[in-house]
């Protein structure tokens, strides 16, 4: 079993739509929790960072840690085309090195 | 938001070239900093990770001698792909971190194409 588990998609939705993206994961020592956004030929951007569980919201973006259930998710509210991206979960525990998922392509039709 | 900037963004080279990457936190000090790997529509790779004047720990499978990483102060690394081949060609992505307890933040990559 993978250590971090992510559906690559691609998932389209229309502009406007509430994007939906999660990740599971089976280290429970995962302490530190990350949701970054990569364009094309661009390195990861930081989108969310949240510790231990809880939500995180962030204009549009909100993010949800459920450690009990080992699970995290994302949601873009009022999708734009300008979402269009890959979506990359993170996590790590202490000083560790980041397990990514393998990444969410979106698409967001205008 | 925290700022990766990473130089040069493209690059391309003959076979048997050394080419040097470099990378700068501009606005916080990188007590840690790592060089990834990514092929097409893969995930990235990490190949090292380095902290501010101590000595890079690769990963497994990852040539320390063919890719030296310096991490000479606390704003800037550097990783130098020497005598660099065909097959080294990839996109290459630093990232930094000031400490244990916050996120790491990614520069925009460079991407090598040997000839």
């Known amino acids: 079993q993978k250590e971090v588990e992510q559906d690559p998609g691609p998932l389209s939705v229309p502009e406007g739509a509430i994007v939906s993206l999660n990740c599971t994961y089976s280290?429970?020592?995962?302490?530190?929790f990350m949701w970054y956004r990569q364009y094309s030929r661009k390195g990861p951007e930081l989108l969310m960072y949240?510790?231990?569980?809880g939500n995180k919201e962030d204009g549009r973006f909100t993010a949800q840690v459920d450690k009990s259930s080992k699970y995290i998710s994302l949601f873009i509210r009022d999708s734009q085309p300008s979402d269009s991206a890959t979506y990359l979960c993170?996590?790590?525990?202490?000083?560790?090195?980041?397990?990514f998922g393998k990444g969410n392509q979106v698409v967001v039709i205008p | 938001g925290a700022v990766v900037s990473q130089h040069p963004s493209w690059v391309i080279c003959k076979s048997g070239t050394s080419v040097k990457i470099e990378c700068r936190s501009l606005?916080?000090?990188?007590?840690?900093m790592f060089w990834y790997r990514q092929f097409p529509k893969q995930s990235l790779m990490l190949m090292a990770t380095?902290?501010?004047?101590?000595?890079?720990?690769?990963e497994q499978g990852v040539e320390k001698d063919k890719f030296l990483i310096n991490h000479a102060s606390l704003t800037l690394s550097t990783l130098t792909v020497t005598s660099a081949h065909p097959e080294d060609s990839s996109f290459y992505i630093c990232?930094?971190?000031?400490?244990?307890?916050?996120?790491?933040?990614f520069g925009d990559g460079t991407r090598l194409s040997i000839l």
């Open positions: 990232s930094a971190r000031q400490d244990s307890n916050q996120p790491q933040h």
């Open positions: 280290n429970s020592a995962f302490q530190y």
């Open positions: 949240t510790y231990s569980s």
């Open positions: 993170a996590m790590r525990s202490g000083n560790n090195r980041l397990a």
């Open positions: 606005d916080f000090q990188a007590t840690t």
């Open positions: 380095s902290n501010e004047g101590s000595k890079a720990t690769y």
